[in-house]
């Protein structure tokens, strides 16, 4: 089992940058498939990015894509996600996940392991 604990998130104005960091602690970091996924108030927690095992293979929401970038460093057992252009519609807690899965899973079911979420809000 992997332990997840996010950071990073906070009060921004619209199109300004934060960068969400998921540090894992327990099981192998590198064995893992993980991803970002984000909840707004009301709504359905929604996929928002995942990344390989290896990092060489990354998958985004179309909402997101070119604006977001997930990356993660196995040496420290960090994964990150860059967010540019940040919209109010961003505004969500943002939750990393982990997936014992190979390749890029995108679906919530598929990651067994779950951070506790850092809040993301987006003035405009």
């Known amino acids: 089992q992997v332990q997840l604990v996010e950071s990073g998130g906070g009060l921004v104005q619209a199109g300004d940058s934060l960068r969400l960091s998921c540090a894992a602690s327990?099981?192998?970091?590198?064995?893992?498939?993980m991803g970002w996924f984000r909840q707004a108030p009301g709504k359905e927690r929604e996929f928002v990015a995942v990344i390989s095992r290896s990092g060489m293979s990354t998958d985004y929401a179309v909402s997101v894509k070119g604006r977001f970038t997930i990356s993660r460093d196995n040496a420290k057992n960090t994964l990150y996600l860059q967010m540019n252009s940040l919209k109010p519609e961003d505004t969500a807690v943002y939750y990393c996940?982990?997936?014992?899965?190979?390749?890029?899973?995108?679906?919530?079911?598929?990651?067994?392991?779950w951070g506790q979420g850092t809040q993301v809000t987006v003035s405009s």
């Open positions: 996940a982990a997936s014992d899965l190979g390749g890029i899973p995108a679906r919530i079911a598929l990651f067994g392991s």
């Open positions: 327990g099981r192998t970091f590198s064995t893992y498939a």
